[in-house]
């Protein structure tokens, strides 16, 4: 498990985030950026970016149940958006899938992705207490 810090001396979040976390004794899982695709690869949410947050977190929520990970293992994000005001018009859609302590989070506007019609990419790092964590099933490999 990780603490949640946000010091009394700082402004507090505003929205489904903490300004710290640290870490405790799991397993740290690092995810690749994830994007609104489906499990066959097809883009959700075209021109939606409610959708595409909605579609690009379930997938960071079935990469870590592949390995016994919840959300609430999320220690950090960030966010590569194409549109910051439709991303932030977003954010309540966080809410329904983590919990507090939320995960400290960055969010950057960038001017595309590798398609332009995707709108999100979201990158995490998670820890997974020891007790939960499993080694992966299919899809697994080790380099």
């Known amino acids: 498990m990780s603490d949640s810090i946000t ?9 489904a985030f903490s300004m710290a ?5 799991g397993h740290v899982l690092h995810l690749k950026g994830q994007i609104p695709l489906d499990r066959d690869g097809n883009l959700v949410g075209r021109g939606d970016m409610r959708a595409q947050v909605r ?3 379930e997938n960071i929520r079935t ?8 959300m609430g293992d999320v220690l950090s994000l960030t ?8 991303f932030m018009q977003a954010g309540d859609i966080r809410t329904e899938f983590f919990k507090a302590p939320y995960p400290v989070t960055t969010t950057v506007q ?4 590798y398609d332009p019609e995707v ?4 990158t995490a790092i998670a820890e997974i207490p020891r007790d939960r964590v499993h080694a992966p099933g299919p899809g697994a490999s080790s380099d």
Do not use: S
């Open 7 to 15: 010091p009394p001396e700082m402004w507090q979040p505003f929205g």
């Open 21 to 25: 976390r640290v870490q405790g004794d």
């Open 55 to 57: 579609q690009t977190l």
């Open 63 to 70: 990469l870590l149940a592949h390995v016994g990970g919840e």
């Open 79 to 86: 966010h590569y958006a194409t549109d910051i005001d439709a």
């Open 110 to 113: 960038v001017a595309r992705l």
């Open 119 to 122: 709108m999100i990419e979201i």
